[in-house]
């Protein structure tokens, strides 16, 4: 498939498309570093460019907020309890957003992640949702399998899609001379997918400062599935998970960068 087989203006609008991927994947092969004249900025879609501009001392990434030390261990062990004290079926978008926020609270005695990280943490339990529904359910229904699980969905359906950079003074990347003050767009489902292994590609796109909160959103949505299946093992009377997984209906939440299921 080439980039421009699906219908979308730019590469900022395939974000909430019921599967934008194999466009992604079109565009780190042919178009892995290119200008955008409706974006009016540059777009790194190719691992190796979005590697290169996060590396680059003259583009400027936003600061992550500082957090105070916290196991993500415990983080996850809170979301389970937390989790499966909460679990409503009928809730699942509220659920998957309240959840996150209240397990770090109590495993860190207060302090809270920055916005993006619940934001992250909410998309990778929606979407893992989604991807247990796409498996059968005898492959993925095992509460140990949910940090792997959440691990590969960081990678291929991330909750992050993109993240933005700005050039601080003119520079040359990808063979390209670069004007200070232009824009660039990382388009990190793409270069995810482009990368070879790894565990949850480029995270919440801060660079190398961002494992840490990466590192709590995965653990937090891993703790809050946990929770989820044992509340399902321990109270469900109907039909099979899978059989309710396939009664989900969901659109995406309107958003140039974030890829957070709502289930309606």
Same mark, same amino acid.
């Given at each position: 498939?080439?980039?421009?087989?699906?219908?979308?203006?730019?590469?900022? *609008?395939?974000?909430?498309?019921?599967?934008?991927?194999?466009?992604?994947?079109?565009? *780190?092969?042919?178009?892995?570093?290119?200008?955008?004249?409706?974006?009016?900025?540059?777009?790194? *879609?190719?691992?190796?460019? $979005?590697?290169?501009?996060?590396?680059?001392?003259?583009?400027?990434?936003?600061?992550?907020?500082?957090?105070?030390?916290?196991?993500?261990?415990? *983080?996850?062990?809170?979301?389970?309890?937390?989790?499966?004290?909460?679990?409503?079926?009928?809730?699942?978008?509220?659920?998957?957003?309240?959840?996150?926020?209240?397990?770090?609270?109590?495993?860190?005695?207060?302090?809270?992640?920055?916005?993006?990280?619940?934001?992250?943490?909410?998309?990778?339990?929606?979407?893992?949702?989604?991807?247990?529904?796409?498996?059968?359910?005898?492959?993925?229904?095992?509460?140990?399998?949910?940090?792997?699980?959440?691990?590969?969905?960081?990678?291929?359906?991330?909750? $992050?899609?993109?993240?933005?950079?700005?050039?601080?003074?003119?520079?040359?990347?990808?063979? $390209?001379?670069?004007?200070?003050?232009?824009?660039?767009?990382?388009?990190?489902?793409?270069?995810?997918?482009?990368?070879?292994?790894?565990?949850?590609?480029?995270?919440?796109?801060?660079?190398?400062?961002?494992?840490?909160?990466?590192?709590?959103?995965?653990?937090?949505?891993?703790?809050?599935?946990?929770?989820?299946?044992?509340?399902?093992?321990?109270?469900?009377?109907?039909?099979?998970?899978?059989?309710?997984?396939?009664?989900?209906?969901?659109?995406?939440?309107?958003?140039?960068?974030?890829?957070?299921?709502?289930?309606?």
């Amino acid at each position: 498939m080439r980039p421009n087989d699906l219908p979308f203006p730019h590469a900022l *609008a395939a974000v909430t498309h019921a599967n934008p991927y194999p466009y992604y994947d079109a565009l *780190a092969a042919t178009q892995g570093w290119h200008f955008d004249p409706c974006l009016e900025m540059w777009v790194a *879609a190719s691992a190796a460019r $979005v590697d290169e501009v996060m590396a680059h001392p003259d583009c400027a990434a936003p600061a992550p907020a500082a957090i105070v030390g916290t196991d993500p261990r415990a *983080a996850r062990d809170c979301a389970r309890l937390i989790g499966r004290r909460l679990w409503r079926a009928d809730k699942l978008s509220q659920w998957m957003t309240c959840v996150p926020e209240l397990a770090m609270a109590g495993a860190s005695g207060g302090a809270h992640l920055p916005a993006l990280a619940y934001e992250a943490a909410a998309g990778l339990i929606g979407n893992s949702v989604l991807a247990l529904l796409r498996e059968p359910e005898e492959e993925r229904c095992c509460i140990e399998d949910m940090e792997a699980l959440v691990c590969a969905v960081s990678r291929l359906d991330p909750p $992050v899609q993109n993240a933005r950079r700005m050039v601080t003074r003119d520079c040359e990347i990808g063979g $390209v001379s670069l004007k200070a003050g232009q824009k660039i767009v990382l388009l990190l489902a793409a270069a995810s997918r482009d990368a070879r292994g790894g565990c949850g590609g480029y995270g919440l796109g801060f660079g190398i400062a961002d494992c840490v909160h990466h590192t709590l959103a995965r653990a937090l949505a891993a703790g809050a599935l946990q929770g989820m299946l044992s509340a399902i093992r321990d109270q469900w009377q109907g039909p099979s998970l899978q059989a309710w997984l396939q009664t989900l209906r969901w659109t995406y939440r309107a958003s140039s960068s974030l890829r957070v299921p709502q289930f309606i």
